[in-house]
Nanobody, 125 residues
Framework: QVHVVESGGGLVQVGGSLRLSCSAS????????MGWFRQAPGKEREFLTF????????NYADSVKGRFTISRDNAKKTVYLQMNSLNPEDTGVYYC??????????????????WGQGTQVTVSS
């Protein structure tokens, strides 16, 4: 129903920056939202940030607050994740998610039924 495609991962040195992109296609509704999660090797998937399409409201996990920024392109139904000041702890597979989550569940992966394939981000020291 909603197809999600993300890109932009790669290898970056400590302190560097990357920008991830994620585009969604298909039918969406009033409470549409998109978010970013990541999963480090051997760890559970971790919430990073989301953006609500209706009002551009956002929220960030403490681990990335002040370093990562989510933004959107309304015309393209695309979100971006600008990642600055990267460190090795940021290494992992980054996933874009889309759905129509309840406002109380917007930081929960279970609220997003549509996911991208994941893109690897590796921060090298």
């Amino acid at each position: 129903q909603v197809h999600v495609v993300e890109s932009g991962g790669g290898l970056v040195q400590v302190g560097g920056s990357l920008r991830l992109s994620c585009s969604a296609s298909g039918r969406t509704f009033r409470n549409f939202a998109m978010g970013w999660f990541r999963q480090a090797p051997g760890k559970e998937r971790e919430f990073l940030t989301f953006i609500r399409w209706s009002d551009s409201s956002t929220n960030y996990a403490d681990s990335v607050k002040g370093r990562f920024t989510i933004s959107r392109d309304n015309a393209k139904k695309t979100v971006y994740l600008q990642m600055n000041s990267l460190n090795p702890e940021d290494t992992g597979v980054y996933y874009c998610a889309a759905g129509h989550p309840d406002y109380t569940l917007m930081d929960k992966e279970l609220a997003y039924p549509y996911w991208g394939q994941g893109t690897q981000v590796t921060v090298s020291s």
